[in-house]
């Protein structure tokens, strides 16, 4: 019997199917399906990773393993399934020819191109359709994908530890480690969320990181950007040496020497960028970074390239971690550096707030409201 409860209730278990996925599907959504005839589940699956089948198809095997027959059922579905042929066929065709009676989707398409398209062609073959259940969840789920799909730039999120006066070392550089183990395992957990780690020059000279991700079976390690305008990245730093060098991938401003150029290109992927005001362009690399599938950008600093981010507007989301620590010292490095902005109106806004405990620890979670101007708006 279909009831809107009996709806929340499938739809609920495709997305825990969904969430399986996480950090592995990229620059594809995350998707989960669920079969269900005279109210029993049938069939189910989700979308493991770009190139493989989709959570629709996965479902319909998945029913045939277990001697399910789909005809007639009802299809739970997260995403609306898609029409046009990509990697694979159309999930569209595969449900029409499986005879299932109705799907029930919890978002639509982000794609404007695509919206809607996959849901009017099911109705056209006499599948009823009913959308709209548990769709913020579905919607959050795809936060990056949805933001890539419709801007073509990575879903930027700022990512900082600090202390409770907001530094992210003492006067001497020293910062391992401000934030306990529960945080550091959340970071972890972040970093496999996304597809590029940033971080500018100042903290790869002063910290010389891994950024390094713990990855599963069919996990790639993310990208390891460093924004290096002039080049001083050494040949000797971690990034460049470790066996993850492959994934690493200097920003330098245009101008810098045909050596120092070469010489780095031997070490790892090399990008050369437009320079605004003396510095690296933001905006221009973010859409270079979306032309190559970078769907979420996790920014880790320092204090000057977060600030350089929300200045210009491009930054989405932060998590801050914050220390039961107080350091003081007007040298100590911060979390947000830069010329600050020079009125409470021109600061971006947070709104969505969630606080959650690690340990000792607090993490702050939060979607960023510039209050720069919309594209379509008069400045």
Known sequence: MNTPEADAFWMRRALTLARRALGRTSPNPMVGAVLVRNGHGIGEGYHHQAGHPHAEVEALRNCAQRGGNPLGATLYVTLEPCSTYGRTPPCTTAILEAGVK???????DPNPRHRGRGLDLLREHGVEV??????????ELNATFN?????GTPLVTLKAGMTLDGKLATTSGESRWIT???SRRRVMRLRQEHDAILIGIQTALTDDPSLTVRRGRTQRSPWRIVLDTRGRLPETARLLTDEYAERTLIVVGEGISSRRLKTLQRRASVIVAPREAGRISLPWLCRELGQRQVTGLLVEGGGEVHASFLTAGLAQRLAFFYAPKVLGGRTAPRAIAGPGFPSLTAAPRLRNLHWQKLGPDLLLTARI???LPKKDEEP
């Open 102 to 108: 109705r799907v029930v989707v919890a978002a639509t």
């Open 130 to 139: 009913t959308e709209g259940v548990h769709t913020p969840e579905a919607t």
């Open 147 to 151: 933001h890539w799909i419709v801007h």
């Open 180 to 182: 306990g183990e529960a």
């Open 369 to 371: 409201e510039s209050a």
